[in-house]
């Protein structure tokens, strides 16, 4: 009779421990599960920031903006928009040029939607001549 | 415990061990987490950041540009050096909010670009007889930390007062 009472408790303890460490093992899989997806987004925001800036600033410093997108490998859309797909990200320049200003914007997606999105403009100074 | 020359070992020490074990991987995954979030702020800040510098940087060069229209308007109106001066004197007196004159051919320009700092764009203006092919040159285009550091108290730093 004791023997049998002795090894129910010793069934009931197993089972406890088990029961705390499937719940403990809940807990620790969401918290990697969420780590890992924040560790995702920052390395993502981190490209796109990267992404803005080398194209931002070559706009900045090109002679001829436009022809320079082309060769970094931008293809102009439907929209007149450029476009161009790097590592799941995909980078939208809306550039309009005028006289001597060229406006615009610069975004980046990924498959969630707009990570960073930046105005452009670029002022050219132009010989002109008096009428 | 001896129980017929065996030693027995109850369910209390593997139990203690996995509430060791289980409390390290919950420690270990608070830490990768935290870590990780920390990432992310620090990732969206600079993300920030950077929007904030080319949204100044945006509005600094149509600044520059509506100023040459203006400029260039001027030269086209005057005959010599005297006449472009008095055109754009009247420039100077626009209450544009962006340009700050600091003399007849010098001009300040100062944008926000978040957290204390000032893109700061200061030009001077060309003489006449260089009008036609620029009528004014950008001498500085810089990124300014406007924040005031205070001093917390006297400190050493290296045994060096």
Sequence with gaps: ?131 | MKEEGRTRVGLGVPSMVLILLVLCLVLIGLLAFVSARADLNQGRRYAGLTAAYYRAAAEAQQALASLDEQMTSAYFESENEQTYREAYVQIRQADDTAVMWIDDDSAVMEFGAEEERMLVVEIEAEAWENASERRFRIVRHALEDRMEWEQEGDWLLMGIE
């Excluded at chain 1, 088990?18 to 890992?36: G, P, R």
């Excluded at chain 1, 070559?58 to 293809?75: C, H, S, T, V, Y």
């Design chain 1, 1 to 131: 009779m004791k023997s049998r009472f002795e090894s129910h408790i010793t069934l009931i303890e197993l089972g406890m421990a088990l029961l705390f460490f499937l719940l403990s093992s809940v807990t620790v899989l969401e918290l990697f599960t969420a780590a890992y997806e924040q560790s995702m987004e920052a390395e993502r925001l981190g490209r796109a920031t990267a992404l803005v800036q080398r194209c931002a600033e070559r706009i900045a410093a090109e002679e001829a903006p436009i022809d320079a997108l082309k060769q970094m490998g931008f293809e102009r859309q439907a929209d007149g928009a450029f476009a161009f797909v790097e590592n799941g990200l995909t980078v939208r320049i809306e550039a309009d040029e005028q006289d001597t200003l060229l406006s615009g914007r610069i975004e980046v997606r990924d498959s969630s939607g707009v990570l960073l999105e930046i105005p452009i403009a670029r002022y050219y100074n132009k010989e002109v001549i008096r009428p």
